[in-house]
């Protein structure tokens, strides 16, 4: 259980295009999501909490208007990233929280964004 | 404020020997601890994870951790480790009492070698 994806796995763009990635709890309904920033040989950081329903809550620094995230259904949350440049190039993973288990972050596969 | 601190930034060991990746926190307040794993191009896995009840905790693959409060340390410990081990380990710390957010430790490259 606790299975979470992410689509695309990987993904290549020209710069100025904007770029969709998909989170889905696939075997539990996620009242949370999480999205992350990892860049080389580096620690993951939080870049916004995301809740069904709601406004994410975006980390200091993380610019709302150029990552978009939103959370329409108990299983999806989106992040997309609008007119990317190359310094958006990153690997972007998500993670969910369930309904019943607030205290362990099921994490996705992670998406590698590469902006040409 | 939370900050978790892994020691190591790599760790050579050569197959079947036995492993310790080294974590401490510093919290005023009770925490949850928890040991990811990554895999090249690949997401966090779960290894294991402190929210209460016995200091020993273990996990899957073989490892296992022990909380010390006393020290505010979360070693993460194998006692014989094979080639596919080689990854990098996340520690992470969050507030107890329900959902907070992860604090992450910098990450320890663990080599296996043959």
């Known amino acids: 259980g606790a299975v979470v994806s992410q689509h695309p796995s990987w993904v290549i763009c020209k710069s100025g295009t904007s770029v969709k990635i998909e989170c889905r709890s696939l075997d539990f309904q996620a009242t949370t999501m999480f999205w992350y920033r990892q860049f080389p040989k580096q620690s993951l950081m939080l870049m916004a909490t995301s809740n069904e329903g709601s406004k994410a809550t975006y980390e200091q620094g993380v610019e709302k208007d150029k990552f978009l995230i939103n959370h329409a259904s108990l299983t999806l949350s989106t992040l997309t990233v609008t007119s990317a440049h190359p310094e958006d190039s990153s690997f972007y993973i998500c993670?969910?929280?369930?309904?019943?288990?607030?205290?362990?972050?099921?994490f996705g596969p992670g998406t590698r964004l590469t902006v040409l | 404020a939370q900050s978790v601190t892994q020691l190591d930034s790599q760790v050579p060991v050569f197959e079947e020997a036995p492993v310790e990746l080294r974590c401490n926190y510093s919290?005023?307040?009770?925490?949850?601890l928890f040991w990811y794993v990554q895999y090249p191009n690949q997401g966090l896995q779960l290894l294991l994870k402190y929210l209460s009840g016995s200091t020993l905790v273990k996990g899957i693959n073989g490892f296992e951790a022990e909380f010390n409060k006393s020290q505010t340390s979360f070693h993460l410990r194998k006692p014989s480790v094979h080639i596919s081990d080689t990854a990098e380990y996340f520690c992470a710390a969050s507030l107890s009492g329900g959902y907070n957010k992860l604090i992450f430790g910098a990450g320890t490259r663990l080599a296996v070698h043959p």
């Open positions: 993670s969910a929280l369930g309904r019943r288990s607030t205290d362990t972050q099921y």
């Open positions: 919290s005023s307040v009770s925490v949850y």
